[in-house]
């Protein structure tokens, strides 16, 4: 899966847990800028885990500030997504 796809989906995940989020796709916005907080981004997290198959421990959680820190971390220990 390349990256942007990647991206994509997981502002798709955002889309679900904000109903009312109408913001662009960059991965460079962070949670916070998005309007997620700190309970949102457990929330967001579980998804991600479920959605790509993954487990995300919590020693990861503040290296992930990002929806690209999210998309990296991703691709970085999922054997099954790969970069295209």
């Not at 916005?29 to 967001?44: E, K, N, P, Y």
């Not at 993954?54 to 998309?71: F, Q």
């Amino acid at each position: 899966m390349e990256r942007a796809q990647l991206v994509s989906e997981i502002f798709d995940l955002i889309k679900g847990l904000l109903s009312d989020y109408d913001g662009g796709e960059d991965p460079s916005l962070t949670f916070a800028q998005i309007g997620i907080d700190s309970l949102t981004t457990v929330d967001l997290v579980v998804a991600a885990e479920s959605t790509f198959d993954i487990e995300i421990p919590d020693e990861a959680l503040p290296k992930l500030a990002t929806v690209g820190d999210l998309a990296d971390y991703v691709l970085e220990n999922t054997s099954d997504v790969a970069l295209a």
